[in-house]
């Protein structure tokens, strides 16, 4: 009974020490604020909290084939091109001053819950940032990740919805969870990605 009391208490002890550990910042932990120049406590996952930017099918007369993804970045919108001059219009994040570009490639490659190696450049202007990162609901792609051409530029998700319609990524056009997870069932590898500044 004693032993059973004490072996009780010691796995009570070492519960709330690796509790407490865990409850120190690890790196998937935080995210980095630009504004602040500093690391800030990651807000929880978020899955199934929309864009404060609705997704909707619109007029879209072009050129360009059904399956085509133009980004406005000017506009912060993206647009899926389908049939009969319509496509379907969502909210993006862009790169912010000094990170946006123009361009056009194809989509060369689609994960689910993509790891993420930050590019050498960003981690010299961000020395904490981790070598490498998991996939999962912390990680800053998101829930999916399309890849454009040879290039590091992504489309991908982003837990963080209230940054849709901004200017805040190192160049890569991030959509919510839920948006990227409808654009990524509606694509194949080799669309068209036209980007415009």
């Known amino acids: 009974m004693i032993f059973a009391r004490h072996a009780t208490a010691v796995f009570v002890a070492l519960f709330i020490a690796l509790g407490?550990?865990?409850?120190?910042?690890?790196?998937?932990?935080?995210?980095?604020?630009?504004d602040e120049k500093r690391w800030i406590p990651r807000p929880?996952?978020?899955?199934?909290?929309?864009?404060?930017?609705?997704?909707?099918?619109?007029?879209?007369?072009?050129?360009?084939?059904?399956?085509?993804?133009?980004?406005?970045?000017?506009?912060?919108?993206?647009?899926?091109?389908?049939?009969?001059?319509?496509?379907l219009k969502y909210g993006v994040g862009v790169g912010r001053d000094g990170f946006t570009w123009?361009?056009?490639?194809?989509?060369?490659?689609?994960?689910?819950?993509?790891?993420?190696?930050?590019?050498?450049?960003?981690?010299?202007?961000?020395?904490?940032?981790p070598a490498y990162m998991e996939g999962g609901p912390m990680n800053p792609l998101g829930a999916r990740a399309?890849?454009?051409?040879?290039?590091?530029?992504?489309?991908?998700g982003t837990a963080e919805p209230w940054t849709i319609g901004q200017a805040v990524s190192s160049g890569c056009i991030r959509l919510t969870n839920d948006d990227i997870v409808d654009l990524y069932n509606r694509v194949e590898v080799g669309a068209l990605v036209v980007v415009r500044h």
Do not use: C, F, N
């Open 102 to 129: 123009s361009g056009t490639h194809r989509i060369t490659r689609k994960a689910e819950w993509p790891g993420w190696t930050p590019p050498p450049a960003m981690r010299r202007r961000q020395p904490d940032l």
């Open 20 to 34: 407490l550990a865990g409850v120190g910042m690890a790196q998937g932990d935080r995210i980095w604020d630009q």
């Open 44 to 87: 929880e996952p978020i899955m199934g909290r929309g864009s404060p930017i609705r997704r909707e099918t619109v007029d879209y007369e072009t050129s360009y084939a059904p399956g085509t993804i133009i980004v406005d970045t000017s506009e912060r919108r993206l647009y899926l091109i389908l049939e009969d001059g319509k496509a």
């Open 146 to 156: 399309l890849y454009i051409g040879s290039t590091l530029y992504r489309l991908h």
